[in-house]
């Protein structure tokens, strides 16, 4: 059953765009439910495969661009509804841009292969996905406890988002400056 976990993984992509029609067509307990499902697959194949032993290369590169995937289409489709401010969005989709940019010219530039999620983007992405819940549940389930919440939470999100898009880059920038440092070794080193 090695396969489970990546075919949960390759659910998210398929439930994004459901829930994003689900919120542009005002049917928030649809798009409510398919996002906490889409939740329920990403912990389910993570805990499977860890479990069972089978984590594998693939599952590694598909599972954070399926929670990517999952969550730029749910806030786009949140914005479009005009459900999260516009501002929101832009920061949530700028990051995730940002991580791609800084993947694709490190995989281009250097030999770095793993891209380990951070501390920071663990977090942002648990508030983004969180902020998200809270806000299809307020329009879900009107008045709700969940008012406040769906009110400041979208501050809570941006603040995280931008910091561990700036840790990133952080990163990016380290692991670019590296390899630069690296060539030039190895480029002494064959002149030897």
Known sequence: MSWLPNLLTLSRFALA??????????NYRQALLLLVL??????????????????TRLGAYLDPVADKALLVTVYLALGG???VPRWLVMIVVGRDVLILIF???ALAA?????????????LSTLVQIVT??????????????????????????????????????WRGVRTLLVAHRQD??????GRE
């Open 17 to 26: 765009p459901w829930v994003a029609l689900s919120i542009l067509h005002h």
């Open 38 to 55: 889409a939740g329920l697959t990403d912990w389910l194949d993570g805990y499977l495969a860890r479990r069972g032993g089978s984590v």
């Open 81 to 83: 509804a005009a459900l």
């Open 103 to 105: 993947a694709g010219v």
């Open 110 to 122: 250097t030999r770095q292969r793993n891209f380990d999620p951070s501390v920071w983007g663990k």
């Open 132 to 169: 998200g819940a809270a806000v299809l549940s307020n329009q879900a389930f009107p008045p709700s406890i969940l008012s406040t919440w769906a009110a400041l939470l979208p501050s809570l999100t941006a603040v995280t988002t931008g910091w561990s898009g700036i840790h990133y880059a």
């Open 184 to 189: 030039e070794i190895d480029a002494v080193r």
